[in-house]
């Protein structure tokens, strides 16, 4: 079994929709959460980053970690066809080394 | 553009070859780290140096070795390739490595092994 896992999708949408992403995780020691956005053929970038359990937000983007479940989402408000890409959640016990989810690829359809 | 360079972006070569890829990490990040992209596997961390010293180690092949140089660039070595070391390969660097500071990814090295 996988330490992250993240439905891959593929995810379809309409522009304004609010979009639901996820991972949950078996590694109680994980404590750094991460989500990165990945364009085709590009290198991932950091979205949002939440230490330990909580809310974050970001504009559009929030970030949630439950980690008495094991669970974190992103939702993305008001989404854009800009926002179509691959969406990587990561984890880290010890603030280096990430372990990431496959990966959940999303269209945002004009 | 994150600032972290990697050189060659396109690789194809043949099986039991030996390859070299390189990164320059962001002006000021002392910590590099190597990840492969696979279809089947994901992003998986291979390896993290901090300042020259091999800080710490993930799924990396005793086939795949890799360096920091006193200049704070790094370079991934490939050998005796086989046809499932196909994958993108993802240089990431940050300031520090003993507590969570962001990594910045290069735009990565296709390789493809034929």
């Known amino acids: 079994q996988k330490e992250v896992e993240q439905d891959p999708g593929p995810l379809s949408v309409p522009e304004g929709a609010i979009v639901s992403l996820n991972c949950t995780y078996s590694?109680?020691?994980?404590?750094?959460f991460m989500w990165y956005r990945q364009y085709s053929r590009k290198g991932p970038e950091l979205l949002m980053y939440?230490?330990?359990?909580g809310n974050k937000e970001d504009g559009r983007f929030t970030a949630q970690v439950d980690k008495s479940s094991k669970y974190i989402s992103l939702f993305i408000r008001d989404s854009q066809p800009s926002d179509s890409a691959t969406y990587l959640c990561?984890?880290?016990?010890?603030?280096?080394?990430?372990?990431f989810g496959e990966g959940t690829q999303l269209t945002v359809n004009p | 553009d994150s600032g972290v360079t990697q050189t060659p972006k396109h690789l194809i070569t043949a099986t039991g070859q030996r390859v070299t890829l390189r990164c320059s990490p962001r002006?000021?990040?002392?910590?590099v780290y190597w990840y492969q992209q696979s279809l089947d596997q994901g992003l998986q961390f291979l390896i993290q140096?901090?300042?020259?010293?091999?800080?710490a180690k993930g799924n990396i092949l005793e086939r795949f070795s890799a360096q920091q140089f006193p200049d704070l660039h790094s370079e991934l070595n490939l050998s005796s390739l086989e046809l499932g070391d196909s994958a993108l390969y993802f240089c990431?660097?940050?300031?520090?490595?003993?507590?969570?500071?962001?990594?910045?990814f290069g735009p990565g090295t296709r390789l493809t092994v034929l």
């Open positions: 002006s000021g990040d002392l910590s």
């Open positions: 140096y901090y300042n020259g010293e091999e800080r």
């Open positions: 939440t230490y330990s359990s």
């Open positions: 990431a660097s940050s300031e520090e490595a003993y507590y969570y500071n962001e990594q910045f």
């Open positions: 590694n109680s020691a994980f404590q750094y």
């Open positions: 990561a984890m880290s016990n010890s603030g280096s080394r990430l372990t």
